[in-house]
């Protein structure tokens, strides 16, 4: 049996976490992989669970959390009419494709170059966040042919090496290509029920077998999926409130400066600094 106060240390860290994803993601509309990830490899590794599988699960027990949340938020969004279904269903394929490939990926590194991976794409996400400008264009409708299924696995493969649904790249992606942002945002949590579902099932089959802890089932950790989705759905709408309340704006540029400094916090772990 798990050691009792360690597992109460472990839920409380771990409800924090995820009160603090839920408000964020209802504040600034961010993923809550962008900061689960790096939260649960902090927290388990204060908690003395380290290991060359440890990022591992930590990005598989992420995106086990987004198939709940990808999903609540797809059908709240559909009910207003704001999901592009045609996008969805042109982009699907390369996706998941992408998404397979990068759970077959992460799960052949350790922990040392998937905090590296980790760190150098969000260093991007968190400049484009910090410095991106809603006027920016690539063209004027999202691709097709070609460069479609050519970015399409690209933004499932990314995803996973993150641990994150389809917000951090799709939708600057279908902003850059003239979608309004509302319906950029509807449709990536609908690329996050594709990234997240092929790779979680994957996941569940590839074993933690170093130092795995408490409640692990393959490489999603059970106790975190949980105690971090009860949360999230309790705290995402106090952050919408927020939201409402006051301009995000300002503290979007706070939460890129801080995203900064936790990439280069991650790449600093993984070059041994």
């Known amino acids: 049996m798990p050691d009792t106060t360690l597992l109460i240390q ?40 380290e290991g060359p599988q440890l990022m591992q699960m930590c990005l598989a027990t992420s995106l086990a959390t987004i198939i709940v949340t990808s999903v609540r938020s797809v059908l709240s969004h559909n009910r207003k009419g704001a999901v592009d279904w045609a996008i969805l269903r042109g982009w699907a394929p390369g996706i998941v494709i992408g998404a397979v490939l990068g759970m077959l990926v992460v799960a052949q590194l350790r922990s040392g170059t998937l905090q590296g991976i980790f760190g150098g794409l969000a260093l991007v996400v968190g400049l484009y966040m910090g410095l991106g400008r809603s006027e920016w264009r690539l063209g004027a409708a999202m691709p097709t042919g070609l460069l479609r299924a050519v970015l399409s696995p690209a933004v499932g493969f990314l995803s996973v090496l993150m641990g994150i649904g389809g917000g951090s790249f799709g939708v600057p992606l279908m902003s850059l290509y003239a979608t309004p942002i509302h319906r950029a945002v509807a449709t990536a949590a609908g690329f996050g029920v594709l990234i997240a579902v092929p790779s979680v ?72 600094w």
């Open 10 to 49: 472990m839920g409380v860290l771990l409800a924090f976490i995820g009160a603090f994803a839920g408000v964020l993601a209802g504040l600034l509309g961010v993923g809550g992989g962008i900061v689960l990830v790096p939260a649960f490899f902090y927290a388990f590794q204060t908690l003395g669970y």
């Open 201 to 272: 099932i994957g996941f569940l089959l590839v074993p933690m077998t170093v130092n795995p802890p408490p409640y692990t089932l393959g490489s999603v950790n059970l106790v975190a999926f949980g105690i971090v989705i009860a949360m999230t759905l309790i705290t995402a709408p106090l952050g919408v409130r927020l939201a409402h309340a006051m301009d995000p704006r300002p503290l979007k540029r706070v939460f890129a400066v801080f995203l900064i400094l936790v990439a280069l916090n991650m790449i600093r772990k993984a070059l041994g």
